[in-house]
């Protein structure tokens, strides 16, 4: 069973992750979407059986599922917004892994590098999200309910 299987919940809000405000400018987000996240505290459950994986989001009114295969490019989905996306995840060991997304914003391709880490006793996730056009990183954490 992977480490990473699970209830997870953000410690802070969005707007409290470490350059939240710099990522969002740079990753194309309007004024409106910045205000809706800024106070978002999400949970996720990740369910995995093998290279199958699903990730189930629930930001409130904003919920989502997403079906995939590690060390592939996935088929394209829809996130939370309707933006279509392609996710490539790597599992890197036991406690890190690595998530390439490209998500198509009003026209414009935006890829994210998000890198998560189990921590500590397993309890906690680190989440670092990279703009990988700008560089532009937002850094925060997640705890198991």
């Known amino acids: 069973m992977s480490a990473f299987a699970g209830k997870w919940v953000d410690e802070a809000a969005a707007g409290k992750y470490e350059g939240f405000d710099e990522f969002a400018s740079k990753a194309g987000m309007t004024e409106d979407e910045v205000n809706t996240y800024r106070d978002f505290i999400g949970k996720q459950e990740t369910i995995v059986d093998g290279d199958d994986w699903q990730y189930i989001y629930d930001f ?3 919920k989502s599922h997403h079906k995939f295969k ?7 989905d829809k996130d939370i917004e309707g933006n279509d996306f392609q996710i490539t ?3 890197n060991g036991d406690k890190e892994m690595t998530e390439t997304v490209e998500t198509m914003r009003n026209n414009v391709l935006v890829t994210t590098i998000m890198k998560r880490k189990i921590i500590g006793d397993g309890s906690r996730q680190e989440i670092e ?7 532009a990183k937002m850094k925060g954490f997640m705890r198991k309910e």
């Open 129 to 135: 999200i990279t703009h990988k056009e700008s560089g």
């Open 89 to 91: 995840p790597q599992l």
């Open 70 to 76: 590690l060390n592939i490019k996935n088929p394209t």
């Open 60 to 62: 409130g009114e904003h």
